[in-house]
């Protein structure tokens, strides 16, 4: 029932996320119309999870859209793209990087699950790039979070070094999200497959933390 009531809300314009439902030439705008109904205040996916949790309890998972994205508290990818259960296959850390066990997550969800877009989703006012770019030593194992990310923002401290602090940071979450659709490719035979194949398409974006508002890149 509730899936029906989803289907005809889909059917009247007013919502185009659902369960396994997104197309790939159309994920792009899928997310942008969620985001927007999310920063907009008008989110509506969560209403909806008790149908939903019962129909991908029972009949399982296939999500279409992978997210890439930092485990800052402010980027929860399903609220905001207002995505409910089952329709994001998420992977997060401190930045939002590449290792080989999220790259073997995507794998699995491209390979086994039906995933055909991978978005890498960097965040404004980022703390692991922060923490980064400024270079300073940092305690316990956060070293191996800035050691990770430092490839991907190199550049940025080389070619940006004038700019002001905010201004550098946000250049290094752009180079650092550009970067790691690079490597989740680089680092995958199965990815560059799917991707070479047309089944895989890789999207990145940033998601600004004030506004709500996620950007993607070209
Ligand atoms: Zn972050």
Not at 76 to 83: G, H, N
Not at 99 to 105: F, G, I, K, Q
Not at 161 to 190: F, G, I, P, W
Request: glycine content about 12%; aromatic content about 6%; hydrophobic content about 40%.
């Amino acid at each position: 029932m509730q899936r029906l009531l989803i289907h005809l809300i889909a059917a009247l314009g007013t919502a185009s996320f659902g369960w396994s439902e997104i197309k790939m030439e159309g994920a792009k705008g899928t997310l942008e119309k969620g985001n927007q109904r999310f920063a907009e205040g008008k989110a509506i996916a969560h209403g909806w999870q008790q149908g939903i949790v019962n129909k991908t309890g029972a009949l399982g998972q296939t999500p279409s859209v992978a997210v890439l994205t930092c485990a800052d508290s402010r980027t929860p990818a399903e609220l905001i793209f207002d995505m409910g259960v089952g329709d994001l296959f998420v992977c997060r850390n401190a930045g939002g990087f590449d290792t080989p066990e999220v790259n073997a997550t995507f794998e699995y969800g491209v390979a086994a699950l039906g995933v055909h877009t991978i978005l890498v989703l960097g965040h404004t006012k980022c703390g692991a790039v922060t923490a980064t770019l400024a270079g300073t030593p940092v305690p316990g194992n956060i070293s191996l979070l800035t050691k990770a990310l430092e490839p991907g923002i190199a550049k940025v401290r080389q070619e940006h070094k004038d700019l002001s602090k905010e201004d550098q940071l946000n250049h290094a979450v752009e180079a650092l999200t550009r970067y790691q659709m690079l490597e989740l490719l680089k680092n995958s035979a199965l990815l560059q497959k799917a991707h070479a194949e047309g089944k895989l398409q890789i999207m990145g974006a940033v998601y600004d933390v004030e506004t709500g508002r996620v950007r993607f890149l070209d």
